[in-house]
Protein backbone atom coordinates (compact mmCIF):
# COMPACT_ATOMS: atom_id res chain seq x y z
CA UNK A 1 0.00 0.00 0.00
CA UNK A 2 3.11 2.92 0.92
CA UNK A 3 5.65 3.28 -1.44
CA UNK A 4 8.68 3.91 -0.36
CA UNK A 5 8.10 7.75 -1.44
CA UNK A 6 4.53 7.99 -0.26
CA UNK A 7 5.92 6.19 3.13
CA UNK A 8 8.52 8.74 3.86
CA UNK A 9 5.46 11.71 3.31
CA UNK A 10 3.72 9.75 5.95
CA UNK A 11 6.52 8.98 8.38
CA UNK A 12 7.95 13.01 7.99
CA UNK A 13 4.26 14.25 8.92
CA UNK A 14 3.59 11.96 11.51
CA UNK A 15 7.25 12.99 13.28
CA UNK A 16 6.13 16.73 13.43
CA UNK A 17 3.07 17.10 15.88
CA UNK A 18 0.51 19.88 15.96
CA UNK A 19 -3.02 21.00 16.01
CA UNK A 20 -5.31 19.23 13.65
CA UNK A 21 -8.57 18.94 12.47
CA UNK A 22 -10.04 14.98 11.66
CA UNK A 23 -13.35 15.28 9.60
CA UNK A 24 -15.38 12.99 7.10
CA UNK A 25 -18.37 13.34 4.99
CA UNK A 26 -21.72 14.73 5.69
CA UNK A 27 -24.22 12.62 7.44
CA UNK A 28 -21.57 9.98 8.62
CA UNK A 29 -21.79 6.76 8.28
CA UNK A 30 -20.30 3.50 10.09
CA UNK A 31 -16.75 3.94 8.34
CA UNK A 32 -16.77 7.36 8.35
CA UNK A 33 -17.09 7.59 12.42
CA UNK A 34 -15.61 4.74 13.02
CA UNK A 35 -12.34 5.95 10.53
CA UNK A 36 -12.31 9.60 12.24
CA UNK A 37 -12.70 8.14 15.52
CA UNK A 38 -9.68 5.76 15.28
CA UNK A 39 -7.14 7.89 13.42
CA UNK A 40 -7.62 10.58 15.83
CA UNK A 41 -6.86 8.24 18.22
CA UNK A 42 -3.72 7.17 16.75
CA UNK A 43 -2.98 10.75 16.39
CA UNK A 44 -2.98 11.71 19.87
CA UNK A 45 -0.83 8.86 20.34
CA UNK A 46 1.86 9.97 18.23
CA UNK A 47 1.40 13.77 20.55
CA UNK A 48 -0.82 15.44 18.33
CA UNK A 49 -3.61 17.78 19.45
CA UNK A 50 -6.66 16.84 17.65
CA UNK A 51 -10.23 18.03 16.86
CA UNK A 52 -12.89 15.93 14.87
CA UNK A 53 -15.87 18.21 13.24
CA UNK A 54 -18.47 16.07 11.46
CA UNK A 55 -20.44 18.47 9.02
CA UNK A 56 -23.44 16.92 10.27
CA UNK A 57 -25.15 15.10 12.69
CA UNK A 58 -25.09 11.07 12.46
CA UNK A 59 -27.29 8.30 13.41
CA UNK A 60 -27.80 7.97 17.10
CA UNK A 61 -27.27 4.15 16.93
CA UNK A 62 -23.24 4.85 16.29
CA UNK A 63 -23.37 6.77 19.66
CA UNK A 64 -22.13 3.68 21.55
CA UNK A 65 -18.64 4.19 19.92
CA UNK A 66 -16.45 5.30 22.45
CA UNK A 67 -15.05 9.25 21.98
CA UNK A 68 -18.17 9.75 19.67
CA UNK A 69 -18.85 13.03 21.77
CA UNK A 70 -15.95 14.50 20.95
CA UNK A 71 -16.64 14.85 17.78
CA UNK A 72 -18.06 18.58 17.13
CA UNK A 73 -21.19 18.56 14.91
CA UNK A 74 -20.46 21.44 12.03
CA UNK A 75 -23.71 22.61 11.88
CA UNK A 76 -24.78 23.48 15.01
CA UNK A 77 -21.14 24.63 16.30
CA UNK A 78 -19.97 26.58 13.18
CA UNK A 79 -18.03 29.20 14.95
CA UNK A 80 -16.29 27.12 17.26
CA UNK A 81 -15.76 24.54 13.79
CA UNK A 82 -14.00 27.41 12.11
CA UNK A 83 -11.51 28.36 14.79
CA UNK A 84 -10.42 24.97 15.15
CA UNK A 85 -10.02 24.63 11.13
CA UNK A 86 -8.23 28.02 11.21
CA UNK A 87 -5.84 26.82 13.50
CA UNK A 88 -4.99 23.25 12.15
CA UNK A 89 -1.73 22.53 10.48
CA UNK A 90 -3.22 19.80 8.69
CA UNK A 91 -7.00 18.99 8.48
CA UNK A 92 -7.21 14.83 7.86
CA UNK A 93 -10.25 13.89 5.39
CA UNK A 94 -11.32 10.44 5.89
CA UNK A 95 -13.88 8.32 3.91
CA UNK A 96 -14.34 10.80 0.96
CA UNK A 97 -12.48 12.04 -1.88
CA UNK A 98 -14.67 15.15 -3.03
CA UNK A 99 -14.81 18.66 -1.20
CA UNK A 100 -18.32 18.71 -2.11
CA UNK A 101 -18.84 15.54 0.02
CA UNK A 102 -18.56 18.00 3.16
CA UNK A 103 -20.94 20.05 1.98
CA UNK A 104 -21.17 23.53 3.77
CA UNK A 105 -18.01 23.06 5.15
CA UNK A 106 -15.82 23.03 2.18
CA UNK A 107 -15.78 27.03 1.48
CA UNK A 108 -14.41 27.05 5.79
CA UNK A 109 -11.76 24.06 4.53
CA UNK A 110 -10.70 25.95 1.51
CA UNK A 111 -9.72 29.03 3.42
CA UNK A 112 -8.17 27.64 6.73
CA UNK A 113 -4.71 27.47 5.07
CA UNK A 114 -3.72 24.12 6.36
CA UNK A 115 -2.35 20.92 4.90
CA UNK A 116 -5.15 18.82 3.33
CA UNK A 117 -4.31 14.86 3.57
CA UNK A 118 -7.14 12.05 2.08
CA UNK A 119 -7.71 9.00 3.31
CA UNK A 120 -10.41 7.15 1.15
CA UNK A 121 -11.42 3.98 -0.37
CA UNK A 122 -13.86 5.45 -3.17
CA UNK A 123 -13.42 5.67 -6.82
CA UNK A 124 -12.44 8.70 -8.98
CA UNK A 125 -10.93 10.54 -6.58
CA UNK A 126 -10.32 14.71 -6.86
CA UNK A 127 -6.80 15.89 -6.20
CA UNK A 128 -7.35 18.36 -3.96
CA UNK A 129 -5.21 16.98 -1.18
CA UNK A 130 -1.40 17.61 -1.02
CA UNK A 131 -0.77 14.00 0.44
CA UNK A 132 -3.19 11.05 -0.67
CA UNK A 133 -4.31 7.21 0.49
CA UNK A 134 -6.38 6.79 -2.21
CA UNK A 135 -7.07 2.88 -2.77
CA UNK A 136 -10.07 1.45 -4.13
CA UNK A 137 -9.41 -1.83 -3.52
CA UNK A 138 -9.98 -1.52 -0.01
CA UNK A 139 -13.30 -2.44 1.79
CA UNK A 140 -13.69 0.34 4.02
CA UNK A 141 -11.54 3.62 4.90
CA UNK A 142 -11.52 1.76 8.22
CA UNK A 143 -9.34 -1.01 6.67
CA UNK A 144 -7.20 1.78 5.17
CA UNK A 145 -6.67 3.01 8.72
CA UNK A 146 -5.58 -0.22 10.07
CA UNK A 147 -3.42 -1.18 7.48
CA UNK A 148 -1.72 2.23 7.48
CA UNK A 149 -0.94 2.11 11.17
CA UNK A 150 0.17 -1.37 10.50
CA UNK A 151 2.78 -0.47 7.83
CA UNK A 152 3.74 2.67 9.50
CA UNK A 153 5.11 -0.15 12.40
CA UNK A 154 2.82 1.42 14.97
CA UNK A 155 0.35 -1.27 15.53
CA UNK A 156 1.28 -1.69 19.53
CA UNK A 157 -0.61 1.95 19.63
CA UNK A 158 -3.94 0.21 18.94
CA UNK A 159 -6.17 -0.66 21.66
CA UNK A 160 -9.26 -1.77 22.73
CA UNK A 161 -11.45 1.31 21.38
CA UNK A 162 -9.44 1.49 18.16
CA UNK A 163 -10.39 -2.12 17.40
CA UNK A 164 -14.13 -0.84 18.02
CA UNK A 165 -13.85 1.52 15.92
CA UNK A 166 -12.22 -0.28 12.91
CA UNK A 167 -14.27 -3.18 13.24
CA UNK A 168 -17.21 -0.83 13.25
CA UNK A 169 -16.23 0.77 9.91
CA UNK A 170 -15.38 -2.42 8.09
CA UNK A 171 -18.57 -4.46 9.15
CA UNK A 172 -20.83 -2.04 8.08
CA UNK A 173 -18.80 -0.67 5.37
CA UNK A 174 -18.90 -4.73 4.07
CA UNK A 175 -22.75 -5.33 4.69
CA UNK A 176 -21.56 -7.69 7.71
CA UNK A 177 -18.54 -8.78 5.69
CA UNK A 178 -21.23 -10.50 2.34
CA UNK A 179 -20.12 -7.47 -0.16
CA UNK A 180 -17.89 -8.82 -2.69
CA UNK A 181 -15.39 -6.24 -1.29
CA UNK A 182 -14.85 -9.15 1.45
CA UNK A 183 -11.43 -10.23 1.21
CA UNK A 184 -9.29 -12.82 2.60
CA UNK A 185 -6.84 -10.03 3.66
CA UNK A 186 -9.70 -7.96 5.04
CA UNK A 187 -10.57 -11.22 7.16
CA UNK A 188 -7.00 -11.50 8.18
CA UNK A 189 -6.72 -8.02 9.32
CA UNK A 190 -9.94 -8.90 11.31
CA UNK A 191 -8.29 -11.24 13.07
CA UNK A 192 -5.54 -8.94 14.22
CA UNK A 193 -8.27 -6.64 15.52
CA UNK A 194 -10.05 -9.47 17.53
CA UNK A 195 -6.74 -10.44 19.08
CA UNK A 196 -6.20 -6.90 21.26
CA UNK A 197 -9.84 -8.40 22.69
CA UNK A 198 -12.36 -7.42 20.74
CA UNK A 199 -15.84 -9.35 20.96
CA UNK A 200 -17.64 -8.51 17.51
CA UNK A 201 -21.03 -10.01 18.99
CA UNK A 202 -21.59 -7.02 21.16
CA UNK A 203 -20.38 -4.42 17.91
CA UNK A 204 -23.05 -6.17 16.10
CA UNK A 205 -25.56 -6.24 18.41
CA UNK A 206 -25.42 -2.30 19.31
CA UNK A 207 -25.27 -1.46 15.97
CA UNK A 208 -28.41 -3.91 14.63
CA UNK A 209 -30.41 -4.58 17.16
CA UNK A 210 -31.59 -0.95 18.28
CA UNK A 211 -34.94 -0.35 16.45
CA UNK A 212 -37.49 1.24 18.24
CA UNK A 213 -41.28 0.60 17.85
CA UNK A 214 -41.72 3.80 16.25
CA UNK A 215 -38.86 2.67 13.51
CA UNK A 216 -40.63 -0.95 13.23
CA UNK A 217 -43.66 0.80 12.25
CA UNK A 218 -41.83 3.48 10.27
CA UNK A 219 -39.98 0.28 8.18
CA UNK A 220 -43.73 -1.55 8.01
CA UNK A 221 -45.36 1.63 6.24
CA UNK A 222 -42.02 1.75 3.77
CA UNK A 223 -42.96 -1.89 2.83
CA UNK A 224 -46.78 -1.32 2.84
CA UNK A 225 -46.85 1.56 0.93
CA UNK A 226 -43.41 2.81 -0.51
CA UNK A 227 -42.21 -0.04 -2.06
CA UNK A 228 -42.27 -0.23 -5.93
CA UNK A 229 -41.44 -3.82 -7.66
CA UNK A 230 -40.76 -4.59 -11.28
CA UNK A 231 -40.07 -8.08 -11.20
CA UNK A 232 -39.39 -8.36 -14.94
CA UNK A 233 -36.70 -5.31 -15.06
CA UNK A 234 -35.67 -7.33 -12.05
CA UNK A 235 -35.38 -4.18 -9.72
CA UNK A 236 -36.85 -2.30 -7.02
CA UNK A 237 -37.30 0.81 -5.48
CA UNK A 238 -38.24 2.99 -2.20
CA UNK A 239 -40.09 6.13 -2.59
CA UNK A 240 -40.15 8.12 0.52
CA UNK A 241 -41.85 11.38 0.71
CA UNK A 242 -40.93 14.57 3.41
CA UNK A 243 -44.96 13.55 4.84
CA UNK A 244 -43.61 9.73 5.09
CA UNK A 245 -40.43 11.04 6.78
CA UNK A 246 -42.35 13.43 9.34
CA UNK A 247 -45.69 11.31 10.23
CA UNK A 248 -42.92 9.10 11.90
CA UNK A 249 -40.64 11.58 13.03
CA UNK A 250 -37.67 10.27 11.28
CA UNK A 251 -34.00 10.95 12.26
CA UNK A 252 -30.52 10.33 10.94
CA UNK A 253 -29.75 6.82 9.95
CA UNK A 254 -33.87 5.72 9.86
CA UNK A 255 -33.59 4.60 6.15
CA UNK A 256 -30.23 3.41 6.13
CA UNK A 257 -31.40 0.08 5.69
CA UNK A 258 -34.29 0.31 3.11
CA UNK A 259 -32.28 0.20 -0.35
CA UNK A 260 -30.36 -2.86 1.07
CA UNK A 261 -33.47 -4.45 1.67
CA UNK A 262 -34.89 -4.33 -1.62
CA UNK A 263 -31.72 -5.35 -3.07
CA UNK A 264 -32.62 -8.63 -0.92
CA UNK A 265 -35.88 -9.22 -2.90
CA UNK A 266 -35.80 -12.65 -4.63
CA UNK A 267 -34.77 -12.40 -8.00
CA UNK A 268 -33.69 -7.75 -7.77
CA UNK A 269 -30.61 -7.48 -9.47
CA UNK A 270 -30.95 -3.11 -8.89
CA UNK A 271 -32.23 -1.19 -6.59
CA UNK A 272 -32.78 2.46 -5.58
CA UNK A 273 -34.51 4.61 -2.75
CA UNK A 274 -35.66 8.04 -3.35
CA UNK A 275 -35.87 10.45 -0.04
CA UNK A 276 -37.55 13.63 0.04
CA UNK A 277 -35.62 16.20 1.55
CA UNK A 278 -35.68 20.50 1.73
CA UNK A 279 -33.67 21.23 -1.10
CA UNK A 280 -33.42 17.65 -2.85
CA UNK A 281 -34.41 13.84 -3.97
CA UNK A 282 -31.44 12.35 -1.88
CA UNK A 283 -30.80 9.12 -4.09
CA UNK A 284 -29.39 5.01 -3.18
CA UNK A 285 -28.56 2.88 -5.59
CA UNK A 286 -27.40 -0.94 -4.75
CA UNK A 287 -26.91 -3.65 -7.54
CA UNK A 288 -25.39 -7.16 -7.47
CA UNK A 289 -22.99 -8.50 -10.09
CA UNK A 290 -21.94 -6.31 -13.40
CA UNK A 291 -24.08 -3.96 -12.57
CA UNK A 292 -21.98 -0.47 -12.18
CA UNK A 293 -24.68 1.81 -9.81
CA UNK A 294 -21.48 4.39 -9.63
CA UNK A 295 -21.82 4.87 -13.63
CA UNK A 296 -25.76 5.04 -13.33
CA UNK A 297 -25.76 7.55 -10.23
CA UNK A 298 -22.63 9.82 -12.49
CA UNK A 299 -24.55 9.74 -15.57
CA UNK A 300 -27.85 10.14 -14.64
CA UNK A 301 -27.97 11.63 -10.87
CA UNK A 302 -24.83 13.80 -10.53
CA UNK A 303 -23.67 11.44 -8.22
CA UNK A 304 -21.31 8.35 -7.63
CA UNK A 305 -19.72 5.96 -5.37
CA UNK A 306 -18.88 2.17 -5.45
CA UNK A 307 -19.28 -0.07 -8.74
CA UNK A 308 -22.13 -1.76 -6.73
CA UNK A 309 -23.26 1.06 -4.27
CA UNK A 310 -23.41 4.45 -5.16
CA UNK A 311 -25.70 7.57 -4.64
CA UNK A 312 -26.76 10.77 -6.43
CA UNK A 313 -29.33 13.39 -6.18
CA UNK A 314 -32.39 15.42 -8.13
CA UNK A 315 -33.35 18.75 -7.91
CA UNK A 316 -36.60 18.03 -9.68
CA UNK A 317 -39.68 16.69 -7.60
CA UNK A 318 -40.31 13.44 -6.15
CA UNK A 319 -42.53 12.47 -9.04
CA UNK A 320 -40.68 13.49 -11.76
CA UNK A 321 -37.71 12.26 -9.94
CA UNK A 322 -39.37 8.54 -10.14
CA UNK A 323 -40.03 9.00 -13.90
CA UNK A 324 -36.44 9.69 -14.92
CA UNK A 325 -35.15 7.11 -12.95
CA UNK A 326 -37.85 4.71 -14.73
CA UNK A 327 -36.85 6.67 -18.00
CA UNK A 328 -32.73 5.77 -17.59
CA UNK A 329 -33.37 2.11 -16.53
CA UNK A 330 -32.33 0.56 -19.97
CA UNK A 331 -28.68 1.45 -18.92
CA UNK A 332 -29.27 -1.43 -16.14
CA UNK A 333 -30.83 -3.46 -18.23
CA UNK A 334 -28.05 -3.99 -20.60
CA UNK A 335 -25.59 -5.40 -17.77
CA UNK A 336 -28.13 -8.09 -16.90
Not at 33 to 49: E, H, V
Not at 75 to 89: F, H, I, N, P, V
Not at 263 to 276: D, K, V, W
Not at 285 to 312: C, T
Amino acid sequence: MLTPENSAAWKALLADPGPVVVTTHYKPDGDALGSILGWSSYLRKKGFQVSMIAPSDWPDFLNFLPGYDQILNYETATRTAWKLLREAKTIFCLDFNDLDRVHGMREDIEKSGAQLVMIDHHLDPKPFAALMLSDTSAAATCELVARLIQELGDWHLVDLDMAAHLYTGIMTDTGSFRFASTTARLHRLVADLMELGLQPTALHEAINDQYTEVKLRFLGHCYSHCLRLLPEQKAAYFILSAADLRAFNTTTGDTETLVNTALGIRGIRFAALLTEREDRIKMSFRSKGRIPVNEFASQFFDGGGHFNAAGGHSKLSLTETEALLLQHLPFIQQFL
